[in-house]
């Protein structure tokens, strides 16, 4: 059984900086792509950033130049580095996982249970 777990979130002012971070714990897999999403309050879940495993990136529009997504796979790990905040960017965030079973080969989607980050004076 595969687990993401997310830390790192939290209340900060416009224009400060957050790290978000997420762990998967388990054995009997590898890990594709890796990603973060947000879901603003009544609103749907949108792209944030995505990290392929040899370190390829992809980042929405709005959080270009301000958020850098990385990963460490030997701790099979992935990080958001949040920088100059804003409002908007307030939001649940969602850590995202491509898993491929050493077992079978097939490939699942896994999601953490969200941080919530709040961006406000």
């Known amino acids: 059984q595969v687990q993401l777990v997310e830390s790192g979130g939290g209340l900060v002012q416009p224009g400060g900086s957050l790290r978000l971070s997420c762990a998967a714990s388990g054995s009997g897999f590898r890990i594709d792509v890796m990603g973060w999403y947000r879901r603003p309050s009544g609103q749907q879940r949108e792209l944030v950033a995505t990290?392929?495993?040899?370190?390829?990136?992809n980042y929405a529009d709005s959080v270009k130049g301000r958020f850098t997504i990385s990963r460490d796979n030997a701790k099979k790990t992935v990080y958001l580095q949040m920088n100059s905040l804003k409002p908007e960017d307030t939001a649940v965030y969602f850590c995202?996982?491509?898993?491929?079973?050493?077992?079978?080969?097939?490939?699942?989607?896994?999601w953490g249970q969200g941080t919530q980050v709040t961006v406000s004076s």
């Open positions: 990290i392929s495993s040899g370190g390829s990136t």
């Open positions: 995202n996982a491509g898993i491929i079973s050493t077992m079978n080969l097939r490939d699942y989607d896994y």
